[in-house]
C-alpha cells in the first residue's frame, strides 16, 4: 500500500485563480516531505522541502504547509499562470534507511 | 536548471533487441538512480548507486542491469526487450547529505513492440 496519498487526482483551474493540493502521508520515522513539479515529458523538479519542524515553507507563488502530528502537508498555488500546469509530486522521505516514498501526482491543468 | 542528461529521449524497439539506457551528469554526484514511471502512477525506485563500483537494487524487481564505472555515468541496459518493460524511465543524481536534493534528468520513454 503506498503510504503518500495526493489528492485530488487531477485539476483543473482558470488562469489567476488559486489552488489547493493535498498529500497524506503514513511514512514513519519521518524525515522531511518534498514537492516536485513535473512537467509533460520532463522530470520533476524540487520545488520546497520541509522537515519535522518546519510549518510553511514558500517558493515564489508556491506556499507548501507541513502538519507533522496528522501528517498532512499541502502545496499553494497562488495566482495561477499557464506554466503551472505539469503534475505535483509530494514525496516523503523515511528518517531511517532514507527511503524515498513517492505519491502518484496531482495532474494540474490551468486554462486560459 | 539541473545537469543531468539521459539519452535517447525516445525509444521504440522491437522484442529481443537489447538496448542501453544512458544517464551522466556533470554535477560530481555520488549518487545516482534509476525510476520507473507509468503514466499516473508514482516513480518507482529500480536501481541506485553511492558511488564508483557500487550498486544496488531498488523496491522494484526489474530485470534490468546498471553499472558504475566512472563517477559520472550510469547506464541501464536491458539485455533482452519485453513489452512489460515499455515505461519511462528517469535517472536522478544526488549529493552526500541527509536532505540530498535528488535532480533528475529528462528521462527516455521506451516502447517495446
Known amino acids: 500500500k503506498n503510504q503518500v496519498e495526493q489528492s485530488p487526482q487531477s485539476l483543473i483551474i482558470l488562469e489567476g485563480k488559486n489552488c489547493t493540493l493535498q498529500?497524506?502521508?503514513?511514512?514513519?520515522?519521518?524525515?522531511?516531505l518534498r514537492w516536485y513539479k513535473q512537467d509533460t515529458g520532463r522530470g520533476p523538479v524540487s520545488l520546497t522541502i520541509m522537515t519535522f519542524s518546519e510549518n510553511t515553507k514558500s517558493n515564489g507563488r508556491y506556499t507548501a504547509t507541513l502538519d507533522a502530528d496528522t501528517k498532512q502537508s499541502s502545496l499553494h498555488i497562488t495566482a495561477s499562470q499557464l506554466s503551472d500546469s505539469a503534475s505535483y509530486i509530494c514525496v516523503v522521505r523515511e528518517a531511517s534507511g532514507y527511503a524515498l516514498n513517492f505519491g502518484k501526482g496531482t495532474s494540474l491543468l490551468v486554462t486560459p | 536548471e539541473a545537469d543531468i542528461y539521459q539519452t535517447p529521449r525516445y525509444l521504440v524497439i522491437g522484442t529481443g533487441k537489447k538496448i542501453t539506457l544512458e544517464c551522466s551528469q556533470t554535477m560530481g554526484h555520488d549518487k545516482m538512480y534509476w525510476y520507473q514511471q507509468d503514466p499516473g502512477m508514482e516513480l518507482h525506485l529500480i536501481h541506485y548507486s553511492y558511488g564508483v563500483n557500487s550498486t544496488e537494487k531498488g523496491d522494484l524487481s526489474s530485470e534490468s542491469t546498471v553499472s558504475r564505472i566512472r563517477t559520472e555515468h550510469f547506464p541501464l541496459t536491458l539485455e533482452s526487450a519485453r513489452p512489460s518493460h515499455t515505461s519511462q524511465y528517469l535517472c536522478?543524481?544526488?549529493?552526500?547529505?541527509?536532505?540530498?536534493?535528488?535532480?533528475f534528468g529528462p528521462g527516455t520513454r521506451l516502447t517495446v513492440l
Open positions: 536522478a543524481s544526488s549529493a552526500e547529505q541527509a536532505m540530498d536534493t535528488q535532480y
Open positions: 498529500c497524506n502521508y503514513t511514512v514513519s520515522p519521518f524525515s522531511n
